[in-house]
């Protein structure tokens, strides 16, 4: 008989005796959340791929010509190509490190003195200031002016400025190279005796002569007149040495040749810099230091031949300014941002010359004719408006097959974001850069300011959420760029404008009253404001003079106060004259 021991049953152990684990609960709990999760993550997927295919449908059914090959030029024969002249392309080509900038620097042993100002720049003196206290008797041969008198600051603008004798404004470097019809060394300083009570101190002083006096120094970035002490209370004013218009003349005289090969290329019928327009990344551009340094150095001679009383001249140099970027980098099939703003600031510059002969009223009758119609025919818009739909159509065409391409996440915790979100993010990136377009109505030559500030802001928004763009895909400071096309195209217009009222002056000894008096004698239309597409704005000032203005980029009339040169935001934009 068996006897092994059998244990009680009360003593098994319960937990071997059933099959279901405790922890069951929460296993089931996890993979319902796994099931979740995954069918969240499906979901996203699937709406973000829905919303991407709208977004290319959407811009197919606009008419938008998304495929790179529309935008590919036809070859142009290199003998009717300006390009096909090889200076114009170690010159102008952006691509090469040899351009019309280092020519220019090389072409004598030294560089021409006074085409740069800097803190080295040797000054020359323009007045000299005896504080006439109580007491004081002033010198022989000064003007007197009284402190307290507010039409002293004027009077003593005057005497400066005749001392200084005919003066213009060259457009070389940032604090922007002076010409002068005189040598400097002939100048004479201004002898002022300014009766005071108590004697001003140097801040007062500079307040009291502002660099605006010398127009060739007016609205700059930082302090060029300097009072020096010279001495029992008075004081020695001094100003960077400007270039005598003669001089200038002689030393770029050396580039005449230079000037030839350029007229004789822009007679060619086609502009096609050489590079590979198949890959929208390798699209060949003007080179800008080049093409600055050329108009600067053509603005230049302008201003010496106004100053020498040779308008024609000065016309002819101007011109050349204006048939290269009609040519060149206006005429850049297919437009870049490079050549566009190029093009804008260049024209600006073209613009601020033809102002500045307006200023001297050194140009006449014949010579106004050709400038408007010059003028008339320039508008930057539409290069710009071109560049970034091209930009719109390589980000399309980054994204097109693979969206994830354009896709970068931000953050760690971006890596756990639905791959749909990515999706999204690109196709709001595609919608928000071809919808800006609308920010130009290039047919009425418009830009609408609000409408850029609120893409600009939209832009920012996007890219700091979790995904960003790769740099391929890196976009420029659209606000910006409109900002300084508004600002060119502005000033071009203002210098339309400005030759029909110096013509009515030449024609009836003053300006009119109001613009329509231009109409159709000395003007055909008169060309709106930019910013918006209101009148501009003009009165006739009772000094003599005008003032003319756009209401600027925060699209209010404040009256012709002007803001800040930099970053031309707030205040209108005038016309200086």
């Known amino acids: 008989m068996n006897t ?36 969240f993550y499906a979901e996203e997927d699937w709406r973000g791929k829905k919303i991407w295919e709208k977004c290319i449908r959407s811009l197919q059914t606009q008419g938008i010509a998304l495929n790179w090959t529309n935008y590919i030029p036809a070859s142009v024969p290199e003998n009717q190509n300006i390009f096909g002249v090889p200076e114009m392309v170690t010159w102008f080509d952006n691509r090469l490190g040899l351009g019309w900038s280092d020519l220019a620097r090389n072409l004598h042993p030294q ?15 323009v007045a000299e200031i005896v504080i006439g206290l109580p007491g004081t008797t002033a010198r022989d041969n000064s003007t007197v002016l009284r402190w307290d008198d507010p039409t002293s600051r004027a009077e003593a603008a005057k005497v400066i400025n005749n001392a200084l004798g005919p003066i213009a404004r060259a457009p070389q470097s940032t604090i922007g190279t002076g010409l ?20 001003p101190s140097e801040k007062e002083l500079q307040e009291f002569l502002p660099d605006s006096i010398v127009h060739a120094y007016a609205n700059l970035p930082e302090r060029v007149l300097k009072f020096e002490p010279d001495g029992d209370g008075s004081y020695r004013v001094t100003m960077p040495r400007l270039a005598r218009a003669s001089d200038y003349l002689a030393w770029s005289d050396g580039l005449e040749p230079q000037f030839a090969i350029i007229r004789r290329a822009l007679e060619r ?45 000065a016309l002819a140099d101007l011109t050349l300014i204006h048939d290269f970027c009609r040519r060149i980098p206006a005429e850049q099939q297919p437009a870049t941002l490079l050549s566009a703003m190029v093009n804008q600031a260049v024209r600006a510059m073209y613009a601020e010359q033809i102002g500045e002969g307006l200023r001297l009223h050194a140009w006449r009758e014949p010579q106004l004719i050709v400038l408007q119609q010059q003028l008339k025919t320039v508008d930057v818009l539409p290069p710009v408006k071109q560049a970034f739909t091209i930009r719109a159509v390589i980000a399309y065409r980054a994204l097109a097959n693979v969206p994830s391409a354009g896709m970068v996440k931000r953050t760690a915790w971006a890596k756990l974001c639905p791959r749909g979100w990515g999706y999204q993010h690109v196709a709001a990136r595609l919608n928000l850069d071809f919808g800006r377009l609308a920010c130009f109505d290039t047919a009425n030559q418009i830009i609408f300011a609000e409408k850029a500030i609120a893409a600009e ?72 404001d930019v910013i918006g597409g209101e009148p501009m704005h003009y009165h006739h000032a009772s000094d003599g003079t005008f003032v003319l203005y756009s209401v600027g980029w925060n699209g209010r009339d404040d009256g012709g106060t002007p803001g800040h040169p930099w970053p031309n935001i707030d205040g209108d934009w005038l016309w200086l004259n």
């Open 457 to 528: 802001k939209a832009s920012q928004a996007l890219d700091s959420g979790a995904y960003t763009a790769v740099d391929s895909l890196w976009q420029a400071n659209f606000n910006l760029v409109c900002r300084n096309t508004a600002r060119s195209q502005t000033e071009i217009n203002h210098a339309l404008i400005a030759c029909a009222l110096e013509r009515y002056r030449l024609a009836r000894g003053d300006y009119p009253e109001n613009l329509d008096s231009l109409v159709p004698q000395f003007i055909d239309t008169i060309p709106h």
């Open 269 to 313: 019928p086609r502009s096609q810099l050489p590079g590979f327009y198949t890959n929208p990344n390798t699209i060949p551009g003007p080179n800008y230091p080049s093409t600055r340094n050329l108009s600067q150095t053509l603005g230049a001679r302008a201003q010496c031949l106004l100053l020498l009383g040779r308008p024609d001249e």
């Open 111 to 125: 560089t021409y003195p006074g085409v740069e100002i800097d803190t080295n720049t040797a000054r020359m003196p």
């Open 180 to 199: 002068m019809l005189h040598a400097p060394d002939e100048v004479q300083p201004a002898r002022i005796f300014l009766q005071c009570q108590t004697a």
């Open 4 to 39: 092994a021991h059998v244990p009680p049953k009360s003593r098994i152990d319960p937990g071997l005796a059933s099959p279901r684990p405790k922890f069951r609960p929460v296993l089931i709990v996890s993979a319902f959340c796994l099931v979740l999760i995954g069918l």
